[in-house]
């Protein structure tokens, strides 16, 4: 067997170059492109960057950062990292205004610099070391996870979009560390509703809605579990129908494991506090930028589609799909059947065949107990042995009786 250009060709008079296309044929056949445009989500992933400390932390610190950028057909998100990484700190990465920010599609709204808090036994996790960062997915379904190390927790967050998503939705989980008993858990959301007020000398009137009630600054409301599903975050001044401000934000609430909490509305920022059973391990939410739309067009937008968003999200399996589709046995089954029909052609390829066995069930099996990292792992490893497979196939066929 001699291999030309990528491709196996057995160099054996039987068989004539027409029938080897023929067999190439029914490998890579795929139905033909439909005619109109499938839409799809991309990731990008700036990749870790550091500078010196401004006014994020000591003057002289490292601070590393990093950002991820999550387009629909319809909206474009972006989230940003920033911790310090100085050896001072030990596992701690302070940010003076937050580590995980949300800069478009407006800097208000969802904080830029920081609206996002997973607080566990009362310390958040989000300012913990970063076990890693990576994109899951993209095309179909648009992905990426980001993993903190919590003194008390393995704790991870993926965000993910559909292509026809306005909003992104939101799969947080807390495995406890052995010999750690996790208390509590509060999600903290930090939202400036459509517009930086005392920034820019400013006096607006924030509100919070929910499907239960709407309450206006200064105040607290206390959230009910099972009633308020979703949380819609604006402002009667700022208001996009006034030609001010930037439009309202919201988020919509899984109510799996969520036992109430509560929401300060203050004159400047509105600050959330969701609070889930410890035991769950893992709570959903999905957040949504109104930017461009009127209070009253929001309002609608969740009175028409706040229910059907809550359902999609809590139906939502966020595994990458090649995860979702592997049965270990099946796939084992497989690649031994080829390796067999392959023969002495497929010999080269045995020993990275045998290994991506052992390391996708190594993978699939800590996939199984919840661990994000090996199943981004895992995920890779099925996309990057498609090749190899492809291979193995045609072996196969060329040396079917």
Same mark, same amino acid.
Request: charged letters at 20%.
């Given at each position: 067997m001699?291999i030309?250009?990528?491709?196996?060709?057995?160099?054996?008079?039987r068989?004539?170059?027409p029938?080897?296309? =023929?067999?190439?044929s029914?490998?890579l056949?795929?139905?033909?492109?439909?005619?109109?445009?499938t +839409?799809?989500v991309s990731?990008?992933?700036?990749?870790?960057s550091?500078?010196v400390?401004?006014?994020?932390?000591?003057?002289g610190?490292?601070i590393e950062?990093?950002?991820?950028?999550?387009?629909s057909g319809v909206?474009?998100?972006?989230?940003?990292y920033?911790?310090?990484v100085?050896?001072s700190h %030990?596992d701690?990465?302070?940010?003076?205004e937050?580590?995980?920010?949300m800069?478009?599609?407006?800097?208000?709204?969802?904080y830029?610099? %920081?609206?996002?808090?997973?607080i566990?036994?009362? #310390?958040?996790?989000?300012r913990?070391?970063?076990?890693?960062m990576?994109?899951?997915?993209t095309?179909?379904r648009?992905? @990426?996870?980001a993993?903190?190390?919590?003194?008390d927790?393995t704790v991870?967050?993926?965000l993910?979009?559909?292509p026809d !998503?306005?909003?992104?939705?939101?799969?947080?989980?807390w495995?406890?560390?052995? !010999?750690?008993?996790i208390?509590?858990v509060?999600?903290?959301?930090?939202?400036?509703?459509?517009?930086f007020?005392? @920034?820019?000398?400013?006096?607006?009137?924030?509100?919070?809605?929910t499907?239960r009630?709407?309450?206006q600054?200064v105040?607290?409301?206390?959230?009910?579990?099972g009633?308020d599903?979703?949380l819609?975050?604006?402002?009667t001044?700022f208001?996009? +129908?006034?030609g001010?401000?930037? %439009?309202?934000?919201?988020?919509?609430?899984?109510?799996d !494991?969520?036992? %109430?909490?509560?929401?300060?509305?203050?004159?400047?920022?509105?600050?959330s506090?969701?609070?889930?059973?410890?035991?769950?391990?893992?709570a #959903?939410?999905?957040f949504?930028d109104?930017?461009g739309?009127?209070?009253?067009?929001?309002?609608?937008?969740?009175?028409?589609?706040?229910?059907a968003?809550?359902?999609r999200l809590? +139906?939502?399996?966020?595994?990458p799909?090649?995860?979702?589709?592997?049965?270990f046995?099946?796939?084992?089954?497989?690649m031994?059947?080829?390796?067999?029909?392959?023969?002495d052609?497929?010999?080269?390829?045995?020993?990275?065949? =045998?290994?991506?066995?052992?390391?996708?069930?190594?993978?699939?099996?800590?996939?199984?107990?919840?661990?994000?990292?090996?199943?981004?792992? =895992?995920? #890779?490893?099925?996309?990057?042995?498609e090749?190899?497979?492809?291979?193995?196939k045609? @072996?196969?066929?060329l040396n #079917?009786e």
């Open positions: 001699e030309q250009g990528g491709i196996p060709v057995r160099q054996d008079a068989i004539a170059a029938a080897i296309l =023929l067999l190439l029914a490998v056949a795929v139905p033909a492109p439909a005619a109109e445009t +839409a799809t990731v990008r992933d700036s990749g870790v550091t500078h400390a401004r006014y994020e932390c000591t003057p610190h490292t950062t990093r950002s991820f950028n999550i387009e909206r474009r998100y972006s989230f940003g920033s911790g310090c100085d050896p %030990g701690e990465r302070p940010s003076s937050g580590n995980f920010g800069p478009t599609p407006t800097r208000c709204n969802y830029a610099a %920081g609206f996002l808090g997973i566990i036994n009362g #310390k958040d996790a989000i913990h070391r970063v076990i890693g990576q994109t899951l997915e095309g179909e648009g992905s @990426f996870q993993l903190f190390a919590h003194p927790a991870g967050v993926r993910l979009m559909y !998503g306005n909003h992104v939705l939101s799969h947080i989980q495995i406890p560390r052995e !010999g750690a008993t208390n509590s509060t999600v903290k959301l930090i939202t400036y509703p459509s517009y007020t005392t @920034f820019n000398n400013r006096v607006g009137d924030r509100h919070c809605m499907p009630t709407d309450q600054q105040s607290r409301l206390d959230l009910v579990a009633e599903t979703s819609l975050f604006y402002d001044v208001d996009v +129908a006034r001010e401000g930037e %439009g309202p934000c919201g988020v919509v609430i899984g109510q !494991g969520f036992t %109430g909490g509560h929401v300060d509305i203050a004159a400047y920022p509105v600050v506090y969701l609070d889930f059973d410890p035991a769950a391990g893992q #959903k939410m999905a949504y109104f930017s739309m009127t209070n009253a067009e929001a309002m609608e937008y969740f009175a028409q589609h706040g229910r968003d809550l359902e809590v +139906a939502t399996d966020f595994r799909e090649p995860v979702q589709k592997l049965t046995a099946d796939f084992e089954a497989q031994n059947e080829l390796l067999a029909g392959a023969a052609d497929g010999e080269a390829l045995r020993p990275k065949t =045998l290994q991506l066995i052992a390391d996708v069930k190594t993978h699939s099996q800590s996939s199984a107990a919840g661990d994000w990292e090996a199943e981004a792992k =895992l995920a #890779k490893l099925l996309i990057d042995s090749e190899m497979l492809w291979k193995l045609v @072996f196969a066929l #079917k």
